[in-house]
Nanobody, 125 residues
């Protein structure tokens, strides 16, 4: 069983930065594609970005491209989401997700098997 625990959320002013971390337990982390999703109040969960198992390939939603960056440290079983130039519309609960098998950067939420509990990010204007 893989467990994911996000941290690093908080309140930040527009234009600021935050770095989210997702710590994973389990032996499959280093071979798993990992994703970040977010869900704003009253809205559906949406894809933010994903990274392959080696950390060499990433993909992002158009809304965050150029502002957000995903990285991972397999030695620490941790994936990161660096968020820069934050906007009020980035306000949401952010979730990390992992696959039990498969190392690609998947974009569909239904392709992930494990989810963290989420961390709140609030961007004030």
């Amino acid at each position: 069983q893989v467990q994911l625990v996000e941290s690093g959320g908080g309140l930040v002013q527009a234009g600021g930065s935050l770095r989210l971390s997702c710590a994973a337990s389990g032996r499959t982390f280093s071979s798993s594609g990992m994703g970040w999703f977010r869900q704003a109040a009253g809205k559906a969960r949406e894809f933010v970005g994903a990274i392959d198992w080696r950390g060499s390939s990433t993909i992002y939603a158009d809304s965050v491209k150029g502002r957000f960056a995903i990285s991972r440290d397999n030695a620490k079983n941790t994936v990161y989401l660096q968020m820069n130039s934050l906007k009020p519309e980035d306000t949401a609960v952010y979730y990390c997700a992992g696959r039990s098998i498969g190392g690609y950067p998947y974009t569909g939420a239904n392709l992930y098997d494990y989810w963290g509990q989420g961390t709140q990010v609030t961007v004030s204007s």
